[in-house]
C-alpha cells in the first residue's frame, strides 16, 4: 500500500507578528544543540524577541522564510542576513549572507518544511541582496540538507574566540 501523496510546503515570508514563533523555532535548535535555554522568562527570549521584531522591519538586510500548517501555526523556518565587510576583489559590495535558525519541529520533520524554507530565503539571497557568499554553522543533522543545496567546506577554516 503506498503512502499518501502530501502537497508540497506552503511557504511564506515571516511577519512581525511571527516573532514568537521563531523565537520558539530558534530554542528548539538550541536545546537540540545541548544548549540550556532556561525558561520561559530567560533573559536572552526578551532580548531575541525585540531582536526579530526590529529585524522583520529590515527587509533590505534581513528575511525569515516559515512554514504555516493551518493548525499547528509555524512549524519550520530558516533565517538570513546581511552583513557589511570590506569590499575585495571577489565581493565589491562587501555584503555576506548568513544563514541560521532552520528549524522545525520534531512532529513536522522530513516533509520537506526545511527545505523549502531555505529555498526560499535562498532565492531572497539571490534576488534581493548583493550578497554572493552565504555562510552558515551546520549540524550533524542538517550538513546533507546545506550539501545537496550547494554549500560546502570553506578554503579558509573559520576560527572562534570566545570572549
Known sequence: MSSPITAPPIVRRA????????????????????????????????????????????PWEFAAFVVDDPEAGVVSSAVGTCDRHTPGPTNLSGLHGHVSNVSTRPEFRHRGHARACLTALLDWFATSTEARVINLNATGQGIGLYQSLGFDVPRHPALQLRL
Open 15 to 58: 511577519e512581525l507578528s511571527d516573532a514568537d514563533a521563531l523565537l520558539e523555532l530558534r530554542a528548539l535548535m538550541l536545546t537540540e544543540m545541548g544548549m540550556p535555554v532556561g525558561g520561559a522568562d530567560a533573559p536572552w527570549r526578551a532580548a531575541a524577541r525585540s531582536w526579530y521584531a526590529e529585524h522583520l522591519l529590515r
